[in-house]
């Protein structure tokens, strides 16, 4: 079977619980980071609890081994960094929110890119109140630049654009 011809290389091993399995699978990915910084690979689940788990797990043992650097920003109770892979989750077909530098590329739900800059960005916005009086809105937000390939980055704000996670476990 598929499953014996992994075993046989050596793929296949056994972890008497979930945390002993989450540790070992972000322990891997991390060596291999470790012996080619430029790895991409990904490590797929079955469970949402389990991508969760994994990608909290992963990213420390970056941090801890100085391959991820420390949270620079903060967003939906995740903390996201330089250097982070992450995941677009919703479509943004014309570019409302998510702008390309080749003005040709919009992401996609599932779209996956690597965290270049984070600048933080105060959004003013002028408001009428019922009574016809403009109030000026000012917020503070984040503005990330994503590298989705060698020849395409990506733009936005997430006061704009909330929708992205992780993505070292999918």
Known sequence: TALMAY????????????????????????????????????????????????????????????????????????????????????NDRHQFHVKSSSGDFAVKNGTQGTIESIEPILIAEEKRDRNGQVISLKEMSSQLTVRISDNEMVTFTLSDYKDIDHAYAL
């Open 7 to 90: 075993e046989n290389k050596g793929h296949v091993r056994e972890a008497e619980t979930e945390a002993q399995m989450v540790s070992l699978l972000a322990r891997d990915y991390v060596e291999k980071i470790k012996n080619n910084p430029t790895h991409s690979g990904v490590v797929l689940t079955s469970t949402n609890n389990t991508r969760l788990a994994l990608n909290k797990e992963i990213r420390e043992q970056l941090q801890v081994n100085g391959l991820l650097n420390e949270d620079s920003v903060q967003h939906q109770g995740k903390g996201f960094a330089l250097g982070e892979r992450i995941i677009f989750l919703t």
